[in-house]
């Protein structure tokens, strides 16, 4: 999957183990000292384990976690904070800052080759979002992986369905990859930068 999604960005990939590693191959090269100076400043040498905080109990459903390895001499460690957004403590503050800074050095990757934008009729159901490219009659599933503002809110009556104009960025799910779902393609949409209710003439 890794392979699939990522393709274009490695380039040469080397196995340790049961990992695999590539060096990533950017469009223009961060300034790395300040991006590095950055991450000192906001304790990414130092930040106590997320593990070792006082936090309260709070309940999510799903999320993901962050891991931060550091060398820096002779000095290595490793630590992990789970979902710091649901905290607000000033060690996830300084967690999700240190994850901005990353991100600003991951935005100079060059994007995968399997990156492509799609324009389209999206219907929107409670159940089910199905896709339609222009020019073709074949309907996809779609699958926002964007914020919900990103369209208008989905109604909650099971039985309608409505339609906008779309354009989106992403990719097709990997082959074979379906999830039970019955369409021949899915499109994995990453951005929005289009959507407008339908009219017969979008396309």
Not at 137 to 158: E, F, K, M
Not at 166 to 174: D, I, P, Q, Y
Not at 176 to 184: A, H, K, T, V
Request: hydrophobic fraction near 35%; proline fraction near 6%; charged fraction near 20%.
């Amino acid at each position: 999957m890794v392979r699939y999604y990522q393709g274009r960005r490695c380039g040469t990939i080397v196995r340790f183990g049961n990992l695999e590693a590539c060096k990533l191959r950017l469009s223009s090269p961060p300034n790395w000292r300040q991006l590095w100076d950055s991450l000192i400043a906001l304790g990414v040498a130092t930040l106590p384990t997320q593990s070792s905080l006082p936090h309260k109990y709070v309940m999510t459903e799903d999320g993901s976690t962050m891991t931060i390895a550091v060398l820096a001499g002779d000095h290595y460690r490793q630590y992990s904070y789970y979902q710091p957004r649901n905290y607000h403590d000033p060690e996830d503050s300084a967690a999700i800052a240190i994850r901005n800074v990353v991100d600003s050095a991951f935005r100079q990757v060059r994007p995968s080759g399997n990156e492509r934008t799609f324009r389209g009729r999206l219907d929107l159901g409670i159940a089910t979002s199905e896709f339609t490219r222009c020019g073709s009659r074949t309907v996809w599933g779609l699958h926002l992986l964007v914020p919900s503002g990103a369209v208008p809110p989905i109604t909650t009556d099971s039985s309608v369905r409505i339609s906008y104009f779309v354009e989106v960025g992403g990719t097709l799910a990997m082959p074979g990859l379906r999830w039970g779902e019955p369409y021949s393609e899915i499109v994995e949409a990453a951005t929005v930068s289009i959507v407008r209710p339908w009219g017969e003439k979008e396309c």
